[in-house]
């Protein structure tokens, strides 16, 4: 998989947690989430994406190359 497909995955698998985001804002305006939750959103989206980018990386492996007698 070539590097523009795997940044694009990686991307597009951090969606739903951007979807939540204008939620985790006005729960956070309203005082029931505290706001360092709301300040973590971005940290935990860049690893994702991060995370996602480098596990795309790998190869599937071939049949036959697992366990002995694997077809």
Do not use: Q, Y
Not at 40 to 56: D, E, Q, Y
């Amino acid at each position: 998989m070539n590097r523009r497909t795997r940044i694009r995955l990686a991307l597009a698998s951090t969606l739903p947690t951007l979807l939540a985001l204008p939620v985790l804002c006005l729960l956070a305006a309203l005082g029931v989430v505290p706001w360092p939750v709301l300040f973590a959103v971005p940290v935990a989206l860049a690893l994702h994406a991060a995370i996602s980018f480098f596990r795309w990386d790998h190869e599937l492996p071939k049949a036959g190359s697992g366990r002995p007698g694997s077809v």
